[in-house]
């Protein structure tokens, strides 16, 4: 019978609450890559980190959700403006872009009379050959992050795990490129058909050129996904010099900050209320390597290029979105973390779930503004002295978790760093250097113990402690 006049007859009877279709359920898509698990950014279910850190389940890019609507499309093209890229390795093959007219013409002939004789899989502007073969491991790296072929029971998954990668190399072995060779990059991407350009590479020179290049490959509707930096700088301060080309003021850029496993602002990381847009895992991340491997790196260059893969894959899932809707749709749908409140201009991290939903994620649950405050002071001497090793502890009977508020943190260098630990002793979270302010990470339970550890070297400020927030 028909199923709509079966429910209206089911519904007449008062012994009926409910009566439904019984419609099929899909599971959250995940690949089958065999190192999948080693993934925190695409999927954090609180596994730890090198230094035995527990992640905070749920902090990553939401990217389960975002494959059940789309896996990418091999129709979207991923400029890597780098060091090249190892197009051979068998995680990365299947996803490099192919020049086909220069594929399919003749040895040492400008097939497609583009200015460059040879140019199958990009091109290498550092040593001015058509070849971009990866010698350094930077760019590859970022390949595997963007689009490592996902779901062929391999190795690692990228954001996509189908899209044309297209290797554009810039640097020596040692990352080190001109500013021309920059710029040169980015104007092949755009004559090639690439619809976002990752560059994880930066300098304090605000060149106008550059600022130029990127601003006519925004007219051309190109998308320009920049790292923020790794010096802890605040790159809206007039005090310090900003990170370029991450800081241009320009509608077709999206600067990219990092977080841990935990949701907070990387130690190393640059921010900016207003420069920099959003945040991305950037800390230990595990992607594919140089000689067909894998290996774990840090910084805003890992960051940047999950911005670039969930942007590729709301392009997949929506193909007639423009460069700054996709920038202004990844901004929108950031999910909010406690720990980037004033940071960056979203609040929050690249959320691929929420941006092929266009939808508003909800409020960070772990964010201690909405818990219960207890005012405390806690200071180190201003200095702190050499060779310390002081501690504190703070309990709240009865709290289920706990976070203290820094109200200022400076620190010299890694060397000196504080720790803070659970009644356990476990190691809940380690910090170090300038850019430390506001919540702590959260601590499950009703103690935490802070410790400063300082070596024989030059001293900083120190810390304040003001509040402790909880939960009960």
Same mark, same amino acid.
């Given at each position: ?75 979207? =093209?991923?400029? &890597? %403006?780098?060091?090249?890229? *190892? ?7 299947? @996803?490099?872009? /192919?020049? $086909? ?40 790296? =970022?390949?595997? &992050? %963007?689009?490592?072929?996902? *779901? ?7 954001? @996509?795990?189908? /899209?044309? $990668? ?307």
């Amino acid at each position: 019978e028909n199923p709509q006049n079966v429910i209206r007859e089911l519904l007449s009877f008062p012994e009926v609450e409910f009566a439904e279709r019984n419609t099929m359920i899909e599971l959250f898509q995940s690949p089958n890559d065999d190192q999948y698990l080693t993934q925190w950014g695409l999927h954090n279910s609180g596994q730890p980190n090198e230094w035995g850190i527990q992640g905070l389940s749920g902090v990553d890019i939401n990217a389960e959700t975002a494959w059940n609507l789309s896996t990418g499309s091999k129709n979207v =093209i991923v400029a &890597i %403006i780098d060091s090249g890229m *190892n197009y051979n390795h068998p995680d990365l093959k299947e @996803n490099a872009w /192919v020049n $086909i007219a220069e594929l399919n013409g003749k040895p040492n002939v400008d097939d497609d009379s583009n200015g460059f004789v040879d140019d199958i899989y990009g091109y290498d502007f550092f040593n001015n050959k058509a070849d971009p073969l990866d010698d350094n491991g930077h760019g590859t790296h =970022i390949a595997g &992050i %963007i689009g490592a072929n996902g *779901n062929n029971k391999y190795g690692v998954s990228g954001v @996509n795990w189908n /899209v044309k $990668i297209m290797p554009i190399k810039f640097t020596n072995n040692k990352i080190q490129g001109s500013l021309e060779g920059a710029i040169q990059g980015i104007q092949y991407a755009v004559k090639m058909g690439a619809h976002i350009i990752n560059a994880s590479w930066g300098s304090e020179n605000a060149s106008e050129i550059l600022s130029s290049a990127i601003r006519e490959a925004g007219e051309k509707n190109v998308l320009f996904i920049a790292a923020a930096g790794n010096n802890s700088r605040d790159n809206d301060s007039k005090i310090t010099k900003p990170v370029y080309p991450a800081s241009f003021n320009l509608p077709s850029i999206i600067s990219v900050a990092s977080i841990d496993q935990k949701g907070g602002l990387s130690n190393f990381s640059c921010f900016g209320a207003e420069r920099v847009h959003l945040a991305a895992p950037g800390e230990n991340i595990w992607s594919t390597w140089i000689d067909g491997s894998y290996k774990k790196q840090s910084g805003t260059s890992m960051a940047a290029p999950f911005v670039a893969g969930v942007a590729a894959l709301l392009l997949s899932h929506e193909p007639n979105l423009t460069a700054i809707e996709l920038k202004e749709r990844l901004i929108k749908t950031a999910a909010p973390l406690k720990n980037l409140k004033g940071k960056v201009l979203s609040q929050g991290r690249v959320d691929a779930g929420f941006a092929l939903l266009n939808q508003t994620p909800p409020l960070d649950p772990n964010d201690p503004d909405f818990w219960n405050f207890q005012d405390i002071k806690i200071s180190t001497n201003h200095p702190y002295r050499e060779s310390e090793k002081t501690f504190w502890e703070i309990n709240i009977p009865g709290a289920k978790a706990l976070s203290v508020y820094f109200d200022k943190f400076a620190l010299a260098n890694e060397f000196d760093f504080v720790d803070i630990h659970d009644r356990s002793g476990r190691l809940i979270s380690r910090l170090y250097g300038k850019s430390v302010h506001g919540w702590s990470q959260i601590t499950v339970g009703d103690y935490a113990k802070i410790t400063i550890t300082s070596d024989q070297a030059v001293e900083d400020y120190g810390f304040d402690i003001t509040k402790v927030a909880f939960k009960n």
